[in-house]
């Protein structure tokens, strides 16, 4: 087994050392611009394009013209909100989201809240799940767009998509879904769902980074768009720029396996992941699961580990790739926006932790990883304040504490 | 982000990890943070004849929230009272190399030793209070 250990799948993937082998010839001898139509160069890296763009489409059960590529999935999620929004201003004026969005999701639909797009953020229950019934009961006259993701990328609870896609459908209200977590991991079907607009990424399946897509549906209903990037016209006209062929074919490489390879892979990471979640929980007391107990991505654990904090233990275990929703670990000092949504208290939200299992994890990996985290979570414990009072049988919610 | 050397240090040999009992009339406690905001630092000292004969901590908080307050442990032993009341955050950002992004932790720390010598200083004055009245009682 060799240090550091990767356990942040959910952040990025390492490229397949196939997806490379896809991606090297389009670097050099097939270098030609996809849209350079007379002449050979041009001809096979469109070629190399198309063959991508059935295979992405293939995978969601879409149609190849229904595939936009852009840079990734926040550039397919600000493209989603902002191009509907912009195009349908005659329609309405209203948004419904939730507050678990993924930050390109959330932000984006504030950047809409200032030229006054009306959005409501719905609130999640406490395993992070929207309710149907919710987005039925927020939906008006005015609303024209539904943005609710496949699956969380902090806690890794699946959202019941095909029934929020029938409610859209009967409504007459486009649906985005962000499913950039969930392609390629679990099965996916965009006419099945109910889904308009999806945005998903290359790099969390193995494949390059800096190549995306937003399907965009073209019967019933054709979904238009006004583009953020106006140029030549590539990708029906939503999204101008030369392709970058080489990821592109990279992408559809990384696809092509993660079709052929989902279903047996998907269970051997899973098992993987119960068997992380088993050994910590049996070891450690007072280690809670945040996220759906069973709806939930295969290489997702989300865990708190009350009375320690999130970076101290991360701290504890740093030859191992992971991350936490404590404060200290973001940018703004504030615990993560997701946890809160679900109603975890702060405290517990400091004190979390997200593995992120993938197709290169080891059953040794995960031991090495349940040994490395029950240690370092009992020697923190020992300096703990709180695990000390909590032992002389305080309630820790009783006590008075000097906030700063 | 990458962490001091000495941050390190005491984040795996953390010095003086422990506890006193807070009810000792020779044991000043301070307790300051919240679990909300993602630190709580108990700062604990022993006096003898107003001098700092011992220290412990317990801390709940990043790893530079645990090496500010093991660091005040070491720094306080040996000190008078009025001594160890001087130690200044600065002096423990400087100490650890801390960024700016983690000074609230040496903060933390600071107020820590401030909690500490007040109780311990509140505890001294009844404990003087009382001499005097049994005294004067007495006579």
Redesign the interface.
């Known amino acids: 087994m060799k240090l550091p250990i990767y356990m942040d799948n959910h952040s990025t993937t390492s490229c397949d050392p196939r997806v490379v082998d896809a991606m090297l010839p389009f670097f050099t001898e097939k270098f030609g611009n996809s849209a350079s139509r007379n002449h050979s160069f041009g001809w096979e890296a469109e070629e190399a394009v198309d063959q991508a763009r059935r295979r992405i489409a293939k995978l969601i059960h879409a149609d190849a013209k229904e595939i936009v590529f852009t840079s990734g999935a926040t550039e397919s999620d600000n493209l989603a909100l902002k191009g509907v929004v912009e195009m349908y201003k005659e329609k309405g004026d209203h948004v419904i989201t939730s507050s678990t969005e993924h930050r390109a999701v959330i932000d984006a639909a504030k950047s809409l809240e200032k030229k006054g797009v009306r959005v409501t953020y719905l609130p999640v229950d406490k395993t992070g799940m929207i309710n149907p019934d919710d987005v039925r009961a927020a939906i008006t006259d005015k609303t024209i767009l539904i943005s609710i993701m496949l699956a969380s990328n902090e806690i890794g609870t699946i959202h019941p998509i095909q029934e929020i896609g029938k409610i859209a459908k009967e409504k007459g209200v486009l649906f985005h879904c962000d499913a950039t977590q969930g392609v390629g991991k679990i099965p996916v079907n965009a006419s099945e769902m109910g889904i308009d607009l999806m945005s998903f990424t290359s790099h969390k399946i193995y494949g390059p980074k800096g190549i995306g897509a937003l399907y965009v549906r073209r019967k019933a209903p054709r979904v238009r768009l006004v583009p953020m990037i106006d140029g030549g016209g590539h990708e029906r006209g939503m999204r101008s720029g030369t392709l970058p062929v080489p990821l592109i074919a990279g992408f559809g490489k990384a696809v092509e396996l993660c079709e052929q390879e989902m279903p047996t892979e998907s269970v051997r990471i899973q098992g993987l992941r119960d068997r992380l979640q088993a050994g910590i929980t049996d070891a450690l007391e007072a280690v809670y699961l945040n996220g759906h107990p069973t709806e939930r991505l295969p290489g997702n654990l989300n865990l708190s580990f009350a009375?320690?904090?999130g970076?101290?233990l991360l701290?504890?275990v740093k030859e191992i790739a992971l991350s936490s929703g404590?404060?200290?670990t973001s940018a703004t000092?504030e615990?993560s926006y997701v946890l809160r949504a679900l109603g975890v208290?702060?405290?517990l939200a400091?004190s979390s932790i997200r593995f992120g299992l993938g197709r290169f994890s080891t059953p040794e990996e995960v031991d090495y990883t349940i040994d490395r985290m029950i240690k370092a979570v009992n020697h923190l414990r020992?300096?703990?304040?709180?695990?000390?009072m909590a032992k002389e049988g305080i309630d820790?919610k009783t006590v008075q504490?000097?906030?700063? | 982000m990458a962490?001091s050397d000495k941050v390190?240090d005491h984040?795996n040999n953390?010095r003086n990890?422990g506890?006193f009992k807070k009810e000792d009339e020779d044991v000043g406690t301070g307790?300051?943070?919240?679990?909300?905001?993602?630190?709580?630092?108990?700062l604990q000292i022993k006096v003898e004849q107003d001098t700092i004969v011992d220290a412990k901590?317990?801390?709940?908080?990043?790893?530079s929230?645990?090496a500010s307050s093991s660091l005040a442990t070491e720094w306080l032993k040996g000190k008078t009272v009025e001594e160890a009341g001087e130690i200044k955050n600065t002096d423990i950002v400087q100490e650890l190399n801390l960024p700016p992004?983690k000074i609230?932790c040496s903060v933390?720390a600071e107020?820590a030793i401030k909690a500490a010598l007040n109780d311990y200083k509140k505890k001294a004055d009844a404990e003087t209070r009382t001499e005097t009245t049994t005294a004067s009682a007495g006579a």
Do not use: N, Q
């Not at chain 1, 020992?382 to 000390?388: D, N, V």
């Not at chain 1, 504490?401 to 700063?404: E, I, L, N, P, T």
């Not at chain 2, 307790?31 to 108990?42: H, T």
């Open positions: 009375y320690v904090e970076e101290a701290m504890g404590s404060a200290c000092l615990p208290g702060s405290d400091h020992e300096m703990s304040p709180l695990y000390e820790l504490w000097a906030a700063h | 962490y390190i984040y953390p990890i506890s307790i300051v943070g919240a679990p909300e905001c993602g630190d709580v630092m108990k901590f317990k801390t709940f908080g990043c790893g929230a645990i992004v609230h933390l107020d």
